[in-house]
């Protein structure tokens, strides 16, 4: 049964910074990527990041380049969003999600399993 569980979301203020991580279980085969995502209020579910599954390629959305670093810990089967200048736009549900496969993506229907979501909330 495979979980994704994430962490590390809050209350923070703009300008300040955030790591969400994601901790993964029964992703028992060796090449999975991963990525993350999110939902603001009254959007649609958008791209943020993604991983291969070495950590050797990223993936970022042009509204987080710069700002978000996604790194990965394959020994601790974690997943990490370090999210800094946040704005209040990054105001959303951030979701962790895990494909099986060598290659970074920013679809979300390339991805097999998902988390429960974490909030992250930015006051200006």
């Known amino acids: 049964q495979v979980q994704l569980v994430e962490s590390g979301g809050g209350l923070v203020q703009a300008g300040n910074s955030l790591r969400l991580s994601c901790a993964t279980s029964g992703l028992t085969r060796s090449a999975y990527s991963m990525g993350w995502f999110r939902q603001a209020p009254g959007k649609e579910r958008e791209f943020v990041a993604a991983?291969?599954?070495?950590?050797?390629?990223?993936s970022y959305a042009d509204s987080v380049k710069g700002r978000f670093i996604i790194s990965r810990d394959n020994a601790k089967n974690t997943v990490y969003l370090q999210m800094n200048s946040l704005k209040p736009e990054d105001t959303a549900v951030y979701y962790c999600a895990g494909r099986f496969g060598f290659t970074v993506s920013g679809r979300e229907k390339d991805y097999n399993y998902w988390g429960q979501g974490t909030q992250v909330t930015v006051s200006s």
């Open positions: 991983i291969d599954w070495r950590g050797s390629s990223t």
